[in-house]
């Protein structure tokens, strides 16, 4: 990732209310979500949001679809990896009791599934 794409895309997250509409397109990834009803879990105008998620778009953090007269708009959850990457490459300069703190605060709110198991019979 160039260092332009890493601050286009943080700076459409510096704002309030892009940055809600980015974490609640993340929740429903990767279905997405029509912009009016965006609009309305956001308590935003519909137009209003249409210009935050301009800028998002340009960003690349959020992609649009049409569906008959909706709009559909999902989160580019790869784009956003690659800026958590960029930010975290080389975090440390090769000491590791800077990073690690940083990696160990990353739980996931979701564990892997887990493998299943072959049964004998």
Do not use: W
Not at 11 to 18: I, K, N, P, V
Not at 78 to 92: H, I, K, S, Y
Not at 102 to 111: G, V
Request: aromatic share 4%; proline share 6%; hydrophobic share 45%.
């Amino acid at each position: 990732m160039e260092n332009e794409q890493a601050i286009l895309a943080l700076g459409a997250l510096a704002q309030q209310t892009r940055l809600q509409a980015f974490r609640v397109l993340v929740q429903h990834a990767p279905s997405g979500l029509a912009a009016g009803d965006l609009a309305r879990l956001l308590e935003v105008p519909q137009n209003t949001l249409s210009a935050h998620l301009s800028v998002l778009a340009r960003a690349d953090l959020v992609v649009s679809e049409r569906h008959s007269r909706s709009i559909v708009y999902c989160a580019n959850l790869a784009a956003f990896q690659a800026v958590a990457v960029f930010l975290l490459q080389d975090c440390c300069g090769g000491r590791q009791e800077i990073c690690a703190p940083i990696f160990e605060s990353l739980t996931p709110c979701c564990p892997p599934p887990r493998k299943k198991e072959k049964t004998r019979v």
